[in-house]
Nanobody, 115 residues
């Protein structure tokens, strides 16, 4: 059974870079699946941020593309989201999600952008 868990810094100052890592167990991120980042700001809906596929292809939400980077650490079975030049509007719960025929959601990571 696949399990995903997002972990992050908790608090980031404005203009800095946010980095959240997803640790996956029960499946290999390089063997199958589409590995997504989705966030939910307080009181708002879900926003898809980007995906890295098991082949290493990456796609981003066009509205965030200039600030977003997704990468993976194969040996750790992890993938990471980086978001640059953050503002308080980037405060959200960040989720990592596998989409392979169905949706597997990980435990989200709350990240607050504040000075």
């Amino acid at each position: 059974q696949v399990q995903l868990r997002a972990s992050g810094p908790g608090l980031v100052e404005p203009s800095q870079t946010l980095s959240v890592t997803c640790t996956v167990s029960g499946a290999s991120i390089t063997k199958s699946g589409y590995w997504n980042w989705i966030r939910q700001p307080p009181g708002k809906g879900l926003e898809w941020m980007g995906v890295i596929t098991y082949t290493g292809d990456i796609n981003y939400n066009p509205s965030l593309k200039s600030r977003t980077s997704i990468s993976w650490e194969k040996s750790e079975n992890q993938f990471t989201l980086q978001l640059t030049s953050v503002t308080p509007e980037d405060t959200a719960v960040y989720y990592c999600v596998r989409t392979t025929g169905g949706w597997n959601w990980g435990q989200g990571a709350q990240v607050t952008v504040s000075s």
